[in-house]
């Protein structure tokens, strides 16, 4: 479920990243010299919740730091699916929402890496590689799979990338709930 609650929510920003010829070329109507800006946005999202989490590391209990990373990844997905089902995707404030999501998804995957590892002290090797197992094939079955389905689309994709926090936020409550004490 830890490995789940991670590696699953990726894949909704992930999603946008396999679809990027599409998203930025059709609907966002970028010329591929313009594609950096996506991708500038993404990889500082991802920057700057790394460096969040990692201020945040030792501070505040790793359950809060993961309450934060869903609120945050499960509040961009409303609002980017809302403002897709309003309004046709556009340039001026279509990149923000992936960029909150990746901030977000930074933000909590530290923390429930290292609750993976803390599963089996001493199998950590193994834990890690079940953690990247379960998220490449995720990452896998998506790119093959569901971007080619979505990525004509920008309602579609919102709707996927929903769906995908919400798989992860599922597993992280249903771990919770069975195991309160964790993190």
């Given at each position: ?134 998220g490449s094939a995720a990452n896998a079955l998506v790119a093959g799979l ?32 069975r195991w309160p004490q964790i993190g």
């Open positions: 479920l830890l490995a789940l609650a991670s590696g699953i929510p990726f894949n909704g920003m992930f999603l946008y990243l396999l679809s990027a010829p599409a998203f930025l070329g059709d609907i966002l109507q970028l010329e591929p010299t313009q594609f950096f800006w996506f991708f500038i946005a993404t990889i500082g999202g991802i920057m700057a919740g790394s460096w969040t989490s990692g201020r945040l590391a030792g501070r505040i209990p790793p359950k809060r730091q993961i309450r934060h990373g869903f609120l945050i990844m499960c509040v961009t997905s409303i609002i980017n699916l809302t403002a897709n089902l309003i309004w046709p995707a556009h340039v001026s404030w279509a990149l923000i929402p992936i960029s909150l999501f990746a901030y977000g998804w930074a933000l909590m995957v530290p923390a429930v890496t290292l609750l993976v590892l803390d599963l089996h002290p001493r199998r950590r090797g193994m834990a890690s590689s079940l953690q990247a197992v379960i569901v971007a080619p389905l979505v990525m004509q689309s920008a309602r579609a994709m919102a709707r996927t990338s929903f769906g995908f926090m919400l798989v992860g936020l599922v597993a992280w409550l249903w771990l919770r709930r």
